[in-house]
């Protein structure tokens, strides 16, 4: 059996105090017992996250033996003189970011990123629009049941283009291998992403707003042989504006011992 963890973590906010503490973060992400974790806004070296690399932190504490951070933005997001660009993917770790990561306890035989297509044009660091670059982060993971490909990212508020982006992501991972699962954020309620993907849904239950979740927006969706061992939990941490979603699977053989 693998746990699977999904949280759009809103750059470590509590929603109890609105303060940012990544231990608090780190913490929280602990207490899920997650496997293989995947993480949207993550801020790294951002003012409004006291400066802090919030997924080192997470790494840290967990102790997990893989992991990646993929920025989507490059530079200071907010506050005085912010001027962020679309990050290309390979910065340095001490510029500031933010983006998604996506750690595994287990080991990773392959790692690679993807940079989704923006609804707005970027002309080098300038920005025609408001809608932000996304991207998705995908890894082969050898869990002990098996490789599974887990694919993280984090798509756009905009309702039309993050069924774009979808169906886009859906076309470009035909030929990545299966089993494979899709974590995050996307931004579109379901039951649509699984109607757009034609993938199962692991995830039933609403994860969307943390307080009172009305609507399923953090997905697990899966497609090959990978199955749930049973229903899917949107947990409320106290940290971020969403409930973070926990699915235990297995892969293949580890369906039927």
Known sequence: MTRLVTFNVQHGRSQHDGRVDPARLADAVVGLGGDVVALQ?????????????????????TGVVEHRYLPALAGLVSGPGAAPRRARGDEPPHVPAYG?????????????RVR????????????????????????VVETPDGPLTVVATHLSSWRRWNRVQLRWL?????????????????????????????????????????????TTIDHVLADGDVE??????A???????????????????????
């Not at 025609?128 to 995908?138: I, K, M, Q, T």
């Not at 947990?235 to 011992?257: E, I, K, N, Q």
């Open 41 to 61: 806004e993550v801020d790294r070296w951002q003012p409004r996250s006291l400066g802090s690399d919030l997924a080192h932190a997470v790494v840290e504490a």
């Open 170 to 214: 859906a076309r470009h991972l035909r030929a990545a291998p299966r089993p494979l699962v899709l974590l995050g954020d996307l931004n579109v309620p379901a039951p649509e992403p699984a109607r757009i993907t034609g993938w199962r849904p692991l995830v039933h239950v609403p994860t969307f707003p943390r307080h009172r979740p009305r």
């Open 235 to 257: 947990v409320d941490t106290g940290v971020s504006d969403h409930r973070a979603v926990v699915v235990d699977v297995a892969v293949g053989g580890g369906l039927h011992p």
């Open 100 to 112: 998604i990561a996506l750690l595994s306890r287990h080991p990773v035989r392959e790692w690679w």
């Open 228 to 233: 749930a061992t049973g229903p899917a939990r």
């Open 116 to 139: 989704l297509p923006v609804a707005t044009p970027w002309l080098g660091p300038v920005h025609l629009g408001p809608d932000e670059p996304r991207v998705a982060l995908a890894a």
